[in-house]
């Protein structure tokens, strides 16, 4: 059990949006270079799980206080982990995502170096990026969007980085920043409570809505000018959910309006990849069981 622990912990579907933006940003490179998913591509989501992992840890041990308000996690409160335990993980799983980078590439270990940089300040003091407005759009954005979509091509020179898709790493940065902007706001009033400073604290509810939907309509023109018409229209539909949120006013909306497109995109990247679909199925059956056994709760939940 307690190996299902450190696993859950990891949050896992959390982890979600990471590889749904990649087979999606990689499936696109495919369709320029006539490439196939290959061994090299496994390696690559299994290192940037190592890293995210390492993050959410991180973020866990320095936010457990606006977490307990908010309800969420339980790992820390129950005891089922300790801090300590948490904050030895983070160097631990770094480390081994940045040895992987010796099958890889330069390229990617300059990612990944990123990656582990915004992990700890993401979260740590002093800096705690997450509790300043354009700190936390920013490390999301590119973390997210930007750096996962452009890790699909470890082995990028100035010769070929136009197989890339440049259009896809701005897509993503914009429609992850628009996600991440709806998230702070279930979490608002737990967060102005420990002082911190996220975009719904500063701007409130309609605010943050109004910003979410400005960066989700950006993408919606990034991709159309780029040509990706399902990515145009997953944002288009993503920009109609903000503005429902924005008319009904309910958390239920928020909640929503945050997760459909993640729901769409990760639809997108199993339909591309069939083995992906049936293993999201059985996370999210997996999840359900473990959070109803371990902590007598329903999660994860629609809205």
């Given at each position: ?11 896992p ?15 696109y490179?495919h369709q ?7 061994p ?19 973020n866990?041990v320095?936010?457990?206080e606006s ?13 089922l ?13 770094s480390?081994?995502?940045?040895a992987?980078?010796l099958?890889l ?15 700890l ?19 999301n954005?590119?973390?997210h ?8 091509m ?12 440049w ?9 992850v ?28 509810r309609?605010?943050s ?6 960066l ?10 780029s ?18 949120a924005?008319?009904?006013r ?5 909640r929503?309006?945050?997760k ?6 990760t ?11 049936v ?7 997996g ?13 994860p939940?629609?809205a």
């Amino acid at each position: 059990m307690k190996i299902l622990d450190w696993f859950f912990a990891a949050r896992p579907l959390l982890h979600v949006p990471v590889w749904s933006v990649f087979l999606v940003g990689l499936h696109y490179h495919h369709q320029l270079s006539g490439g196939t998913f290959q061994p090299v591509d496994l390696l690559l989501m299994v290192s940037l799980s190592l890293l995210f992992a390492a993050a959410f840890y991180v973020n866990q041990v320095f936010d457990r206080e606006s977490d307990r308000i908010n309800r969420k996690g339980g790992f820390l409160e129950s005891g089922l982990i300790s801090e300590r335990a948490m904050m030895a993980s983070y160097p631990l799983l770094s480390i081994l995502a940045l040895a992987s980078t010796l099958l890889l590439s330069a390229v990617t270990l300059v990612i990944f170096l990123q990656i582990v940089v915004l992990a700890l300040i993401y979260s740590a003091p002093p800096v705690r990026l997450k509790d300043r407005p354009a700190g936390g759009l920013f490390a999301n954005a590119y973390a997210h969007g930007f750096l996962v979509s452009l890790a699909v091509m470890p082995e990028m020179t100035m010769h070929n980085a136009g197989l890339l898709g440049w259009d896809n790493p701005f897509y993503f940065a914009l429609a992850v920043g628009a996600v991440y902007i709806l998230t702070t706001i279930p979490d608002e009033k737990g967060d102005r409570l420990t002082g911190k400073r996220t975009l719904a604290v500063i701007f409130g509810r309609t605010g943050s809505l109004v910003a979410s939907l400005v960066l989700m309509l950006a993408s919606a023109y990034v991709a159309r000018e780029s040509g990706f018409f399902l990515l145009f229209s997953l944002s288009a539909f993503a920009a109609v959910t903000i503005v429902a949120a924005l008319v009904w006013r309910t958390l239920a909306a928020v909640r929503l309006a945050a997760k459909l497109p993640l729901l769409l995109l990760t639809a997108l990247a199993g339909f591309w990849y069939p083995g992906y679909f049936v293993f999201i199925v059985a996370l999210l059956v997996g999840t359900r069981i473990y959070y109803k056994k371990r902590f007598g709760v329903v999660y994860p939940k629609v809205a």
